[in-house]
Each structure stands twice: as C-alpha cells, then as structure tokens.
T-cell receptor, first 115, second 111 residues
Framework: DAGVTQSPTHLIKTRGQQVTLRCSPISGHKSVSWYQQVLGQGPQFIFQYYEKEERGRGNFPDRFSARQFPNYSSELNVNALLLGDSALYLC??????????????FGPGTRLTVT | GEDVEQSLFLSVREGDSSVINCTYTDSSSTYLYWYKQEPGAGLQLLTYIFSNMDMKQDQRLTVLLNKKDKHLSLRIADTQTGDSAIYFCAEMQDRDDKIIFGKGTRLHILP
C-alpha cells in the first residue's frame, strides 16, 4: 500500500511569493494534519482537517491556510513568504479525526527554501 | 504549558542498549509516541503507548511510562548501525488531536 505522498519534494521561492504544497493521505484515511519542521527542531503543528473541515489550528499566522478535498487529499498554502518560512513541511494522515487519530503516519515532506 | 523535553545527543556502542528519555508537561496527554527520523526523510512512527499503560514492548523496542513523573523512555536493545537517527518523543493531548514534539535526540552509534 502506498504511504502518505507529498509534492513537490523540494521548492525554492523568493520572499513575498505564495506557495502551495500538496498531500495525499494513505488510502482510507480521512484526516490530514500539517506540520512545519525547522532545521534542528521538532515538527510544529499547523492544521488538522477531517472530512473537509478544519478541526485544529496551531499558532501560525493567517498567511497559512489549508483545505481538504472530497478525495481527502489536502493543500497547504502560504502567502507572502518570509525567510523564516524555510522548513520541511510534513503531512500526516490518520484514519479518523478528533479523539481517535492517534496513529498518524507522516509523508516524506516538502522542503521549502525561501530566498 | 506544552513542552516535551529530551536530551539532544546520545552515543552508544553497537550491540549495547540505547535508552532515550523524555519528559512532558501536560497531564491530559492521552497517547505518547516515539518517532524516528533519518537524514532527509520524514518521520517514521516507531511505537506509541496509551497513557493508562506502564510498558509496551515491540521486538527490540521497550517503552516505559511513568505517568506520575511524566517521564517516558525508549529502550532499543542490541543497537545496530541502522538505528542511527533522530528520535522524537511526542504527546497527543486529550483536548485535540495535535501532536506536540520534542526537539529530538540524535542517536550516534559507535563501532
């Protein structure tokens, strides 16, 4: 079975630009979460979506937004990029949403570099 | 607070046991996790333990949970060169499904 897939694998953008990252969950999983991992740190929670609804949001500015599609894939959008947005963006999928999504499986990530 | 603390580095000789320790602060944590991250890769879920358990064993991995002290440990028996990676301790809190990660422990294997 395919695991969580993310695209693109690497991306270079300049300050002020906008970026869209994509994630496809494990087949049958309905919940997708996004995390930001800055070099040398643990991942930080950005969003969780379940059944196309936002179920959780971390401490990130409004420049970060996401959505989930009917096929449960998801996009993360970041507007007005800053140098500090350079990080590995990880997507995790789980079978269900709130209260029972304890098995979260991560994709390989998208490495975003902002210059 | 939402802090998960773990030591940053651990060096272990090949064949010995590795013990990686972690402390967390939120008493409402329901699940506690260990993830492994190899260079340039995503996170691999190694094992997790529910907060009402004391111990969980899975082949070479043993997780111990002391809920009173909010202390979690991961023991890797017979450490091998393939175990060289960063290990993240993490907790899921009862009120939502976000996972809070520590900064990771880099495990270095000595020949």
């Amino acid at each position: 079975d395919a695991g969580v897939t993310q695209s693109p694998t690497h991306l270079i953008k300049t300050r002020g630009q906008q970026v869209t990252l994509r994630c496809s969950p494990i087949s049958g999983h309905k919940s997708v979460s996004w995390y930001q991992q800055v070099l040398g740190q643990g991942p930080q929670f950005i969003f969780q979506y379940y059944e196309k609804e936002e179920r959780g949001r971390g401490n990130f500015p409004d420049r970060f937004s996401a959505r989930q599609f009917p096929n449960y894939s998801s996009e993360l959008n970041v507007n007005a990029l800053l140098l500090g947005d350079s990080a590995l963006y990880l997507c995790a999928s789980s079978l269900v949403g709130r209260g029972d999504s304890y098995e979260q499986y991560f994709g390989p990530g998208t490495r975003l570099t902002v210059t | 607070g939402e802090d998960v603390e773990q030591s940053l580095f651990l060096s272990v000789r090949e064949g010995d046991s590795s013990v990686i320790n972690c402390t967390y602060t939120d008493s409402s944590s329901t699940y506690l996790y260990w993830y492994k991250q190899e260079p340039g890769a995503g996170l691999q879920l190694l094992t997790y333990i529910f907060s009402n358990m004391d111990m969980k064993q899975d082949q070479r991995l043993t997780v111990l949970l002391n809920k009173k002290d909010k202390h979690l440990s991961l023991r890797i028996a017979d450490t091998q060169t393939g175990d060289s990676a960063i290990y993240f301790c993490a907790e899921m809190q009862d009120r939502d499904d976000k996972i809070i990660f520590g900064k990771g422990t880099r495990l270095h294997i000595l020949p």
